[in-house]
């Protein structure tokens, strides 16, 4: 082969690997920009630095873990502290989210908000977690968001009872077992905790019901769904089961089935608001706080009294509940017409949710958190029930035989034990089935992430009525010889007030304080009438004038006589509505 020949042989070479090349990167390229067009929707964030699931479920280690992940993808948004430790020595993990450049955390208004009380409650921890992955993941890319974290500071805190969380995740249960928390109890009072609780009989990992062919009892099975669902048999006519209650055996031969369980008690009747003793009010335990994870809710609250709004998650009949809790209780008239206004709200982003008053609406409790963050803070606070079956079909239908309907056809029988016979050691033999206990309480995996974003989004809009202090006009008169009135104009940009009716009765928290350097005022007031300029003087240490609240979406006027004409620096203190400065050039004016 001459030489001529090897060099266009050479040439092509280098033409084909060029162009290979060229293709290999122009492919990689317009993979890269399909993937990234495929991950773009509207209310979730295109490019994402944290990756997270949002259709299943995940233990307390396993939101820990998302947690720590976007405290690291975002350090300069976020804080990651544990706030205390439940029984069995879990932490109780805070994700503390707010731009910190735009203002100390600590004198912005925060939101507060937590989930899974209730142990068998666990979607509210997903919320929770959602709620922060997105205001991370959307800060500098959605207008909303960043306005929020910039001006707030939210506390989420996926799980309050961690230890309640994983016991029923981990272990055998029905929808509504492991509600309360880890601390043992003797419930049976025969000397012995925790010692006879449910038994997973047929092994498939979740514990259904037992029933027993009777020719007195007063079940049949249904015509429909004979292999899953039992009915009562009409007045005329004989049964042919009789229903057992759920799996279990009598483990300490007292004649009694899973009737001491692990724990036994609820976490939300242990608050020091309203308290009753256990004789009133079934699981208040033995005094207020007497809970290692209520206890340190509380004072974590007390030592964050920025805190303006409360939400907390637990599950489910898709209500939004507001106090008071029991009859009388404390709830002033204006609060109760702002939280109708947040709650009505929430009714349009929440399909088939209901705004309810808790005593008038559900049920009568002592000792609930909601009302503790109300009645003994003075934040204005929600308990979402998360989830409801009405979601299952447009129809809105709740009956069993809908919900069996939907397991076959959308969850391909995913949910359910067909009855089958089991050997029982006390009753012979009977038959074991029905609803898994990921049924009925939680939805299931492709509803979960819209229950997350919906509840969330609801959150944020109460977020987004917190009060809010600003500056608005200022207006400078000269008032002799190096001396000058200033007018200013206090705003409250939020639909809240800066302390709420309850606050202000009770004297919870300070009032809120509009201040200048003691060394420049002679004289100052509270503007009651900016047009006639009637001001209500302040007698004592005139450099800080006292405002009981700022109502929301309103504004107050201050007035200030000054000495001197070198700029002056007027000050806001809002316990609950931030802190703000702004100087005044009086010379300019």
């Known amino acids: 082969m001459n030489r001529k020949m090897k060099c266009v042989i050479w040439v092509i070479c280098v033409g084909l690997v060029s162009g290979l090349i060229y293709e290999l990167f122009v492919s990689q390229e317009a993979v890269a920009q399909e993937r990234q ?15 997270v699931a949002w259709n299943r479920f995940y233990d307390s280690e396993g939101l820990a873990e998302i947690l720590k992940r976007l405290h690291n993808a975002f350090p300069s948004l976020t804080r990651l502290y544990s706030i205390g430790e439940s029984y069995q020595g879990r932490p109780i ?53 960043t306005r929020l974290v910039d001006q707030f500071v939210f506390y989420l805190i996926p799980t309050i009872n961690p230890d309640g969380r994983d016991f029923w995740l981990r272990k055998a249960n029905t929808a509504h ?32 019901q037992m029933r027993i062919r009777d020719p007195n009892g007063r079940m049949k099975p249904h015509p429909k769904y004979p292999e899953y669902l039992m009915i009562p048999a009409e007045e005329d006519e004989r049964g042919e089961y009789t229903i057992l209650g759920w799996e279990g055996l009598d483990n300490d031969g007292d004649g009694r089935v899973n009737e001491d369980g692990p724990g036994g008690y609820d976490p939300n009747r242990n608050w020091g608001f309203d308290w009753q003793p256990p004789y009133v009010q079934w699981g208040a335990r033995d005094y207020p706080f007497s809970l290692p994870e209520t206890r340190a809710v509380a004072q974590f609250v007390i030592d964050h009294p920025n805190i303006a709004g409360m939400q907390s998650y637990h599950n489910n009949g898709g209500m939004i509940l507001r106090g008071p809790q029991r009859e009388g209780g404390d709830m002033q008239p204006r609060d109760d017409h702002v939280l109708s206004a947040i709650a009505a709200k929430g009714e349009l982003m929440l399909p088939f949710y209901r705004s309810m008053v ?67 050691p006390t009753y012979g033999k009977i038959e074991i089935g029905g609803f898994h206990k990921e049924w009925g309480r939680v939805p299931p995996s492709f509803l979960l992430e819209e229950e997350c974003h919906r509840n969330m989004a609801f959150t944020l809009y109460h977020a987004s009525v917190m009060p809010q202090a600003a500056f608005g006009e200022i207006r400078v008169e000269p008032a002799g010889e190096d001396l000058f009135k200033v007018w200013v104009e206090v705003r409250n940009d939020g639909m809240i007030p800066t302390r709420i009716e309850q606050d202000v009765k009770n004297h919870i928290n300070p009032p809120d304080v509009v201040s200048m350097p003691e060394e420049r005022v002679i004289s100052s007031g509270r503007v009651a009438d900016r047009y006639f300029k009637r001001v209500e003087p302040v007698r004592v240490r005139p450099y800080r004038v006292e405002l009981p609240s700022i109502p929301g979406l309103s504004s107050e006027w201050i007035q200030f006589i000054v000495r001197g004409k070198e700029p002056v620096v007027v000050t806001c203190h809002s316990t609950k509505g931030g802190h703000i400065q702004h100087e005044i050039n009086l010379s300019a004016r």
């Not at 067009?37 to 990756?51: D, I, M, S, T």
């Open 37 to 51: 067009n495929l991950f773009k929707a509207l209310g979730a964030p295109a490019e994402r630095r944290v990756e």
């Open 177 to 208: 077992s492991s509600r309360s928390g880890q601390v043992p109890l003797d419930n049976d009072r025969d000397g012995l905790v925790d010692e006879d609780d449910y038994e997973d009989l047929d092994g498939d990992g979740s514990i259904t």
């Open 358 to 424: 808790i005593w008038r609406d559900l049920y009568t409790l002592w000792g609930g958190e909601v009302d503790w963050f109300y009645g003994a803070r003075g934040i204005l606070a929600f308990t979402n029930e998360l989830w409801t079956s009405q979601n299952l079909y447009r129809s809105g239908r709740t009956d069993d035989e809908a919900e069996v309907e939907f397991i076959k056809t959308l969850l391909m029988n995913e949910g359910l034990t067909a009855w089958k016979e089991y050997d029982h």
């Open 93 to 145: 993990w805070c994700l503390e989210v707010t731009h910190i450049k735009t203002g100390d955390p600590a004198r912005k208004p925060g939101m507060y908000i937590d989930g899974n009380i209730h142990g068998n409650e666990v979607q509210a921890g997903e919320v929770v977690a959602y709620t922060a992955w997105y205001l991370c993941e959307m800060y500098g890319k959605n207008e909303t968001v």
